[in-house]
């Protein structure tokens, strides 16, 4: 999932930004923390891409946003998974699953031969 | 949900990235100050975190505006499909509304499209060959069947000239050359049946090549054909005529057909859907033109530079544009005549500097039929646009009435939110549906009138092979007329409905009086198109009256001969091998057994005849006149038998007829007619003058006879000379006509002519065999096509705008019920109440006729060209189409007045 320099492989960051959506409606900088939070600070190196993402999974009708007001009474947009996202969310964290035990499996082989 | 972020423009969507991305930095900043940082520091930190903030601004403002012009879109189709099912059920729930505007429509979409089905394929279409567009043509398009001799020219080409633009030019990939046959006498070999007369052309070898068309079987010409004359014995058949006559036997390539006694053999069909490069005339067996001479050995035509009759197409070079073809080839003619004409430098400019010169696109091939119909069509085009206009103001005064009716609906549907632009769109879609259903009925109508229209134009005679299928260009004209209809019906009614006063509307509802609502709105509205219709059927039918009274005109004009009783009987003499003395022979015998037969008053002979469609035209010098062009020392021609004058008809005015005396050993003599006469000899008798043909010959003017119509009914009287048919100064005749003259009908001898005919030589056809009558009516046949059709529209125009009115003071008259039964309360009696209904259509009427009559002499000023011997602003034919509109109109009125007349008070009042 890391690229080796850091930064997060290509694709990844759309289904990150998938899951913190399942949750309810949240703002960018909530999705953002949830990121942060999760992986240690790890998996986002910048913020600014997590926007364009938003805005890229809202074009293709994942995501479904609406101005409310946040916490502290500012108005920030608020980001929620239309049941297209949730489909969408569903297939890209099987295909994760599917490609990391196929990866593991993989690392953990004691032979170059078939068994 | 959605709406919320309805808004449209980069500079709103621009505003929202804005605030989303600053909120985020603030919320950073905060937790890092939280954090102990200090404000500065917090905010780098911040901005640092976050990355190239320019650039993730931009792309998410470009990620909005792609996600709103979806959204958009998805909306509007949305939109559409629930407009077409609103407009469905609307018009379910009133069938008879939705199939009086379908009909009317599909009559108005039909005609326009039928017509222009005709234009597109007679007009407008390229022939079916390779890149059509390539092709530059050489002559003139509408001679395709002519034939001229004596000197050169080049609206149509000589086969030398031909051979001189194909060797010397480097303007196109390929010249081909095409050109008449006479008419043909084909048998097939072993099979020993009457001749058949399948359509033939003459064209060069390389013919297929330059147009890019592949045989069906067997092979095509491939230009070994044109390298000897007289040395390629060979056909190619068209995949039609294959079809007709041999059902399609692969076994036909090989075979030896006889044609005008002379074997060839069949190589080929051509590919199917080629039917040579002449619109309007479909040929069947193409002849390379170095055989002409085999099919035609008595007039062979290749080695003279001054037998003109090719027409030539080409393939333009690649880069070689039209104008510089034109340039070019006009070049090569000028110079080949000029090089090729005897008698001086002088001489030889001279005539290449009259010779009309033609180099135009052959994308649309060759036509004698565009010639002709051209201009009829695009006329008849613009009688069926406006056609179609006054159907629309009637579409348009029916959704007007719907709309009054309808004008609860939109309030309702206003006052629950709907914005007006939407209703406006519903209302259009409702209208759009109409118009593509009269369309998809116009299309039945278009299919069965495009039919029609080319059996009327053949008026009796051969249908013209034009293809009236419905092709792409046709189906997108009537899709744009649908869609115009649209705006013009639809739009007008669409916002006035749209516009609903919804205080007044739901108040007048409540009090449940139908319609008070849009009082004093759909009036003016509806009456203006009332008169707008007016106004356009008074073009139509001025227009109308006009060419009816020019064709009347052309109908009885006095032709200077007797129209009535001519019998025109056309033998191919000439084409069976008569010529000289036994042709002569032949004509004395065949006219002596006609002008005895019971019935015949007096018959004669002569080369070209009456409306046969062929004329010469002969150059003559004149002493004490001095041409001022070239033209002036020509004038048209025939060679006719003795006692021609009287046997026509004509009236003689100086001088005699010609006699049995004028022959081959008398001295020449002519007879001018009153036109030449007036022209060369405006001072003195032309009694006694010479023709003088050329150095040696000439011939004395013997008569003068009043100009008679011989080829067309239209037109000036031209100049024309007779000399007697045995005389040789023009060498010799190449063709043999009767004319009998019969006391009665003239029909009634066609049998006998024909067996005495036969009785001479059994073997010989007869081509022609028809009353004079007959023959002019189809040399008018376009202008009676014009005719019947433009009126028939005008009847058409006149009947809706009836129809219009009668519904518009119909209407007028129940919403003032009440003021008439007033009225008749306070003592009113009928005819007050008649003539008030009358007075007010009359007003509409006269608004429409004021607008009209200057319009429809505007329009008839463009049907100039079209009309003989009547002034576009003939008053007797403006009178007769207002006296006639009025009329109309008058009956249209009259029956709802009649009724408004009848109106008891009492119900009346308590109407209201």
């Known amino acids: 999932m890391l690229h080796p320099d850091g930064g997060l492989l290509h694709g990844t960051l759309d289904v990150l930004v998938l899951k913190a959506a399942s949750w309810g409606p949240r703002h960018g900088y909530a999705i953002a923390e949830w990121v942060r939070t999760i992986s240690d600070g790890e998996l986002l190196v910048e913020e600014g891409p997590l926007y364009t993402a938003l805005h890229r999974l809202e074009r293709k009708g994942w995501l479904v946003a609406e101005w409310g007001y946040s916490e502290n009474n500012r108005r920030a947009k608020y980001y929620q998974l239309t049941p297209a996202g949730r489909r969408q969310l569903r297939t890209e964290v099987s295909a994760w699953e599917r490609y990391t035990r196929a990866l593991t499996k993989a690392l953990a082989a004691t032979s170059a031969l078939p068994a | ?912």
């Open chain 2, 1 to 912: 949900m959605r709406r919320v972020f309805r808004i449209f423009g980069r500079a709103a969507l621009a505003r929202e990235v804005e605030d989303e991305l600053a909120f985020h930095l603030d919320m950073r900043t905060a937790k890092l100050i939280a954090e102990g940082l200090t404000p500065e520091a917090a905010r780098r930190e911040a901005e640092r975190h976050f990355g190239d903030l320019a650039t993730v601004r931009q792309s998410c403002v470009t990620l909005d505006i792609e996600r709103e012009r979806a959204m958009r879109r998805a909306d509007l189709l949305d939109e559409l499909r629930q407009d077409l099912v609103y407009a469905a059920r609307m018009l379910r729930r009133n069938p008879g509304f939705a199939a009086v505007v379908v009909l009317t429509l599909a009559l108005g979409i039909g005609a326009n499209t039928a017509i222009f089905t005709l234009v597109d394929a007679v007009v407008l279409r390229t022939l079916p060959v390779e890149r059509a567009g390539e092709l530059v043509g050489i002559g003139n398009p509408t001679r395709t069947s002519s034939l001229s001799q004596g000197s050169p020219r080049a609206d149509i080409i000589s086969y030398p000239l031909y051979r001189d633009l194909r060797d010397h030019n480097q303007l196109v990939t390929g010249l081909l050359a095409s050109g008449r046959t006479p008419s043909l006498d084909v048998t097939l070999e072993r099979e020993a049946a009457a001749p058949e007369h399948p359509r033939g052309r003459f064209v060069s070898g390389n013919y297929f090549g330059v147009l890019g068309v592949r045989p069906a079987i067997g092979r095509l010409f491939d230009g070994s054909e044109d390298r000897a004359i007289g040395a390629a014995p060979v056909v190619v058949i068209s995949y039609a005529w294959w079809t007709r006559r041999f059902r399609r036997d692969a076994a036909v390539v090989g075979r030896t057909i006889s044609i005008n006694g002379a074997g060839f053999s069949i190589i080929g069909v051509a590919a199917p859907g080629f039917d040579g490069e002449i619109v309007g005339r479909l040929n069947d067996v193409w002849i390379p033109v170095t055989m002409q001479a085999v099919v035609q050995p008595h007039q062979p035509m290749l080695a003279d530079r001054t037998i003109c009759w090719l027409l030539l197409l080409g393939r333009l070079r690649p880069g070689v544009t039209i104008e510089e073809a034109r340039a070019g080839f006009s070049t090569l003619i000028r110079q080949s005549v000029v090089d090729n004409t005897p008698g001086g430098a002088a001489t030889a400019e001279a005539t290449a500097q009259q010779l009309n010169y033609f180099v135009d696109s052959g994308a649309r091939g060759f036509s004698a039929v565009r010639g002709a119909y051209r201009t009829p069509l695009l006329t008849l085009m613009a009688g069926v646009g406006l056609l179609l206009l006054i159907i629309c103001g009637n579409v348009a005064n029916l959704l007007l009435a719907r709309a009054v009716a309808r004008s609860r609906e939109m309030s309702v549907r206003m006052a629950i939110g709907a914005g007006r632009s939407r209703l406006v769109r519903q209302l259009l879609t409702e209208s759009l549906v109409l118009a593509l259903l009269g369309a998809g009925a116009g299309l039945a109508v278009a299919w069965w009138g495009s039919r029609l229209l080319l059996s009327l134009a053949a008026d009796g005679g051969s249908v013209l092979p034009i293809d009236t299928r419905l092709d792409l260009p046709v189906l997108a004209f009537t899709a744009g007329l649908s869609v115009l209809a649209v705006g013009l019906f639809g739009l007008m009614p669409a916002l006035r409905a749209s516009r609903v006063d919804l205080a007044s509307t739901m108040r007048a509802h409540a009090r449940s009086v139908g319609g008070f609502g849009a009082r004093g709105q759909r009036a003016p509205l509806g009456r203006l198109l009332i008169a707008g219709q007016v106004a356009l059927s008074v073009v139509l039918l001025v227009g109308a009256a006009l060419l009816v009274r020019s064709l009347r005109g052309i109908q009885t004009a006095d032709p200077g001969l007797d129209r009535d009783h001519l019998l025109i009987v056309e033998v191919a003499a000439v084409g069976r091998g008569y010529a000289g003395e036994r042709l002569y022979a032949l004509a004395r015998e065949l006219n002596g057994r006609f002008t005895r037969l019971p019935g015949v008053v007096a018959s004669s002979y002569s080369e070209n005849g009456i409306f046969s469609g062929t004329e010469s035209n002969n150059s003559f010098q004149v002493a004490g006149f001095t041409p001022r062009t070239a033209g002036d020392s020509s004038a048209n021609s025939d060679q006719v038998g003795p006692g021609y004058l009287h046997a026509i008809g004509a009236r003689l005015l100086q001088g005699r007829d010609f006699t049995e005396a004028d022959n081959g050993h008398s001295a020449s003599v002519a007879i001018v007619n009153q036109t030449m006469a007036r022209f060369y000899f405006p001072n003195t008798s032309p009694i006694g003058q010479m023709l003088r043909y050329s150095d040696t010959t000439a011939a004395a003017i013997v008569g003068v006879v009043a100009d008679t119509r011989d080829h067309e009914l239209t037109g000036e009287p031209v100049r024309r000379f007779y000399t007697p048919y045995e005389q040789l100064d023009f060498g010799g005749v190449g063709s043999l006509r009767f004319e009998v003259r019969a006391a009665g009908d003239p029909s009634a001898l066609i049998r006998a002519v024909a067996k005495e005919i036969k009785a001479v030589d059994a073997q010989l056809p007869i081509t022609g065999l028809e009353p004079l009558s007959a023959l002019m009516r189809q040399s008018i046949r376009e202008e009676r096509l014009v005719t019947r059709l433009a009126a028939g529209f005008g009847v058409l125009a006149l009947l809706l705008a009836a129809i219009g009115l009668y519904g518009v003071m119909t209407y007028a008259i129940t919403r003032r019920t009440g003021e008439i039964g007033l009225r008749v309360a306070l003592g009113a009696q009928r005819g007050d109440v008649i003539g008030m209904i009358l007075r007010d259509a009359l007003r509409l009427v006269a608004l429409g006729v004021a607008a009209g009559v200057p319009l429809a002499l505007a329009a008839s000023q463009l049907l100039q060209g079209q009309l003989h011997g009547v002034s576009s602003a003939d008053p007797l034919a403006i009178a007769t189409a207002l006296g006639v509109l009025g009329l109309s109109a008058a009956i249209a009125a009259l029956l709802p007045a009649l009724r408004a007349s009848r109106v008891a008070p009492l119900v009346a009042l308590r109407q209201e």
